[in-house]
């Protein structure tokens, strides 16, 4: 494949390209972003992507503050010379709800229906927060506090009392155990430096390998 410079990119007036981020291993597609020519230069320079905000008007280096980086693979451009895509390997999840990727919804589905990588990408910033910051009067503060045997007793606590729900068809209730328990096993995970993040990667990786559900 031949090699091009910077000079080959039709930059329009406003100095704008879209760019498409691809996870250079898997193919998906992780994002949609913009880049001017000082994007494309700091994301050559630096291996790392880089793009333009276009609400901040400012240079985004991507994976700066939460350690999602995405080191790049490759660059590619399309045959207009307008549109650029990056291959990366991205450290963490694209989405700023905590989904790998950022389309992870479908048109025309039940709009009301819950959208799982919102809650596990809120709960993951909360508890990140609160561990950070650890303010008095945080639950996450209490149990940080108390140690990490405390926290995994929680955690079994919770299993329990959310299998009781299930085994007495408590469905009303079953949400809420399971809420429960999804919580404390978050900051059980954190307390050890590990996101959630990484266990979707495991679950997406068992399917990927055995092509089933990847429980077993």
Not at 2 to 12: E, I, K, N, S, W
Not at 81 to 100: F, K, M
Request: with cysteine; proline share 4%; aromatic share 6%.
């Amino acid at each position: 494949m031949t090699t091009y410079g910077l000079d080959a990119l039709a930059f329009p007036e406003h100095g704008l390209l879209p760019v498409a981020t691809q996870d250079a291993e898997s193919g998906e597609l992780l994002m949609l972003a913009w880049a001017d020519r000082e994007a494309v230069e700091a994301t050559l320079a630096s291996g790392e992507a880089h793009y333009r905000s276009r609400s901040r008007d400012e240079l985004w280096h991507k994976g700066a503050t939460s350690g999602n980086v995405q080191r790049i693979e490759e660059i590619r451009f399309d045959c207009d010379a307008d549109a650029l895509l990056y291959r990366v390997r991205p450290a963490g999840p694209a989405c700023h709800t905590g989904a790998r990727s950022c389309f992870y919804r479908t048109l025309g589905a039940d709009p009301d229906a819950p959208v799982a990588a919102d809650a596990w990408g809120t709960l993951q910033r909360v508890v990140d927060r609160r561990l950070a910051e650890l303010p008095d009067d945080s639950y996450v503060t209490a149990l940080h506090r108390r140690g990490t045997g405390y926290v995994a007793q929680k955690v079994v606590e919770e299993a329990g009392e959310t299998v009781v729900a299930a085994l007495t068809h408590d469905d009303e209730g079953l949400p809420e155990e399971a809420a429960d328990l999804i919580f404390h096993l978050t900051v059980l995970l954190r307390e050890r430096g590990i996101g959630l993040d990484a266990v979707a990667r495991t679950l997406l990786a068992r399917h990927q390998e055995r092509g089933d559900d990847g429980s077993d």
